[in-house]
């Protein structure tokens, strides 16, 4: 990897960008991959790359979800084990929830890859990897549809990071309470998912690790709360509006200076 000055204003956006760039040389990543990435990352500009304040009570939120969850599950692509494979473990283990592989562009190639980064970081048991235990998700065309019937098929509560607005809405209708995580508030997995985090995987994670750590102390009566008081809906409206006045205030500035 490139040596990148942690004094860079945009240290952990390059630091993201090298990893990509390493893994799709690797063949971990389709180039459609980079695409979808860079698309989160301009809306990440928009939001000052930072977690607004939205994002926090989401995360919240959705920490509170899986702690009272039976059987979680995060989903994972080739852009989140490339960037953030460490903290999937780690969030799998205080959790407990399975992890299991889920591509759009799918190849047993590329599963075997993905597994081995996971397996590296220190998940040991990887799902959606054996074509024994391959489900499909009914009313789903894409390859996202093949999922693993002892992970996705049978959880309470799938976590999507990077993902793409059929599935959501299926898994949704399949009764699945739905953590997304995407940088586009206006997309159809934000607008679908249960809890919609609108914040960087790479920021996200670590702050759910926070919050769980944190909420493991409440009692379950006070989880049970926080969980059941998030309104999604009305959380989207809060980050369109820092979005707008975020704009607005740089319009602002921009015409001062003029």
């Keep these: 990897m490139y040596n990148i000055s942690r004094l860079h204003p945009r240290a952990e956006s390059l630091r993201s960008r090298e990893m990509l760039s390493q893994s799709l040389e690797r063949g971990l990543l389709v180039p459609q991959g980079l695409i979808a990435y860079g698309r989160g990352e301009a809306f ?64 047993q190639e590329r599963i075997r890859k993905i597994s081995g980064v996971l397996r590296d970081a220190g998940i040991r048991n990887v799902l959606g990897v054996d074509p024994a235990y391959q489900k499909r998700i009914p009313e789903l065309c894409s390859e996202r549809r093949r999922v693993d019937s002892r992970g996705i098929m049978k959880a309470d509560v799938v976590v999507i990071p990077l993902e793409d607005g059929d599935r959501t809405e ?59 008081s998030f309104d999604n809906s009305a959380n989207l409206g809060s980050v369109l509006s820092y979005l707008a006045h975020r704009i607005s205030r740089l319009s602002t500035k921009r015409q001062e200076k003029s």
């Design 44 to 107: 990440d500009y928009l939001f000052g790359e930072r977690t607004i304040p939205a994002a926090r009570n989401a995360i919240r939120a959705a920490a509170a979800q899986m702690i009272l969850a039976d059987r979680p599950v995060i989903s994972v692509n080739g852009n989140v084990a490339s960037v953030a494979a460490k903290g999937v473990a780690t969030l799998s283990k205080i959790t407990g929830a399975d992890v299991e592989i889920n591509l759009f562009y799918r190849s």
């Design 170 to 228: 299926s898994l949704r209708k399949m009764g699945k309470l739905v953590i997304a995580v995407d940088l586009n508030p206006l997309s159809r997995t934000s607008q679908s998912a249960s809890i919609s985090i609108v914040d960087d995987i790479v920021r996200v994670i670590p702050h759910m690790i926070d919050q769980i750590r944190y909420l493991n102390r409440l009692t379950d009566e006070e989880i049970h709360h926080i969980a059941s």
